[in-house]
């Protein structure tokens, strides 16, 4: 099956700090998320992006389906964007549509 | 109404009780979505309805049972748990089965003692 890989597991940044996850995903693909989960374990999409560039405040993405790809900007970092980010890809079968998760990447911003 | 609500938030039952666990949505999304999340770990796929009929199982052992009463409800009957059973469950829907985004609800946290 599809295998989605992110980078780096475990990022500790400073307020205010900027920083970059990475998404790689090994075929190619209907759809892909960007989901955080608080710690209270909700999944809060981010980003619906398949390809191209999206913008929604302090965070950006950037999905280059070509090269199988996706990345998360997350600029000026708070204290409560703190939690697990989730990049998730689609593909859809004749039965439906599988969303698969990458492991995560567990973010934590220091005051 | 842009939300998957599910209940309860918390669910702590025995080995031999039975419980079920609900999950609702008015956006209209035609397909929707069980999964099943471990401490540490990433969600994964349980179940999948598309237009109220069950379209994709993962190989989920029979003492989950789903059902889709409607195209707003999605329910998760639990019977005869095993403590490695517990976990966060999430419920998820999409406009169609495939090519359009999820939307999680916050889950059910799930305790089989």
């Known amino acids: 099956g599809i295998q989605v890989e992110q980078s780096p597991p475990d990022l500790i940044l400073q307020e205010g700090a900027n920083s970059t996850l990475r998404c790689n995903f090994s075929?190619?693909?209907?759809?892909l998320q960007w989901f955080h989960q608080n710690p209270w374990g909700q999944l809060i999409n981010l980003f619906y992006?398949?390809?191209g560039t999206k913008q929604n405040g302090r965070l950006s993405a950037t999905t280059v389906a070509t090269e199988r790809y996706s990345l998360l900007y997350i600029s000026s970092s708070q204290t409560t964007d703190s939690g697990v980010y989730f990049c998730?890809?689609?593909?859809?079968?004749?039965?439906?549509?599988?969303?698969?998760f990458g492991q995560g990447t567990e973010l934590s911003v220091k005051p | 109404d842009t939300e998957v609500t599910q209940t309860p938030k918390h669910l702590v039952m025995g080995m031999t009780n039975k419980k079920s666990l609900k999950c609702e949505q008015h956006?209209?999304?035609?397909?929707m979505y069980w999964y099943k999340q471990k401490a540490k770990k990433p969600p994964e796929l349980m179940f999948v309805?598309?237009?109220?009929?069950?379209?994709i199982n993962e190989s989920v052992p029979s003492r989950f049972s789903p059902e889709c009463p409607n195209s707003s409800l999605l329910n998760l009957h639990l019977h005869a748990l095993q403590p490695e059973d517990s976990a966060l469950y999430l419920c998820?829907?999409?406009?169609?089965?495939?090519?359009?985004?999820?939307?999680f609800g916050s889950g059910t946290r799930l305790t089989v003692v």
């Open positions: 998820a829907s999409s406009q169609e089965a495939g090519g359009s985004g999820y939307t």
């Open positions: 075929d190619s693909v209907n759809n």
């Open positions: 992006i398949p390809s």
């Open positions: 998730a890809v689609e593909r859809i079968y004749n039965q439906g549509g599988k969303l698969i």
């Open positions: 956006m209209g999304h035609r397909a």
């Open positions: 309805y598309s237009y109220e009929k069950l379209s």
